[in-house]
């Protein structure tokens, strides 16, 4: 998968390095990640980080979760980074969210740590992620219905994690690109509201049909749940080698 953007992904990692210096990695999630990035858009820097053995195994626990905030080039930097205790479990609770991070093949930081973890992650890619994909279509889909405006945004969110979706459930393939998604389900619409979202993070839609995008996305939640009635993969993740690996990182 090739993805196309301006992003200095050695210097955005130098960026997450210096506000937590114990980061084992940082990837770039979100709208440069899934393929329609706006001009103004946001960037989402995604990680993990190790945190002093000491101060694991001492009476006060330290922070699980950092999110420094920040600018980077004239562009707003939303990241977040997690304890890798904390991320290791996220992984065993089926969590796509974090699977795509680990995924993610824009790396800025970290690309030997997460050649690591990659292999551990396949296997914790498990039929009961179809929570998850479920759970985020029907966030997209319920602020689909309130806007007055409609948003490219809003949709285009719900047409990714549904296609993300169907795709880890039939391939066992974590693919977050809509464009690439797209070349395998072939949806016509999908380059027009990329491109109507390309122009402004909070682009409107000057003529939707709202009645057609409901269908469209109840015919994909009905492929989603099939997906995952019919799936093979498996159902739990490989906790015994995640508690390995983790011990091996902490020493």
Known sequence: MTI?????????????????????FWTISG?????????????????????????????????????PKGEFEGREVEAVSHEVGKYLRLMCKHNGYVLEQVFSPLVAFGADFLA?????????VTKH???????????????????????????????RVALTGVHLLETGEVQTHLPTLNERFGLPFIAELIASKANAEFGTLTAVDVAFHTQQLD????????????????????AEELDRFLIEVRN
């Open 219 to 238: 015919e994909w939640e009905a492929r989603l749940n099939a997906a995952y009635d019919a799936s093979a993969l498996p159902t739990e993740p490989p």
């Open 129 to 159: 992620c179809h929570n998850h994909y479920r759970g985020f279509l029907h966030t997209q889909r319920k602020l689909f219905e309130k806007e007055e405006v409609k948003r490219a945004k809003t949709l285009l969110y719900a047409y």
């Open 116 to 124: 690591r973890l990659r292999p551990l992650a396949a296997k914790c």
């Open 4 to 24: 196309t953007h301006d992003l200095d992904l050695p210097a955005l990692g130098q960026w997450g390095r210096e506000r937590v210096p114990t980061a084992l």
């Open 31 to 67: 709208s440069h990640l899934y393929g329609f990035p706006s001009v103004d858009s946001d960037i989402d820097l995604r990680g993990c980080f190790l945190a002093p053995l000491r101060a694991i195994v001492g009476l006060r626990q330290p922070a699980e979760t950092v999110e």
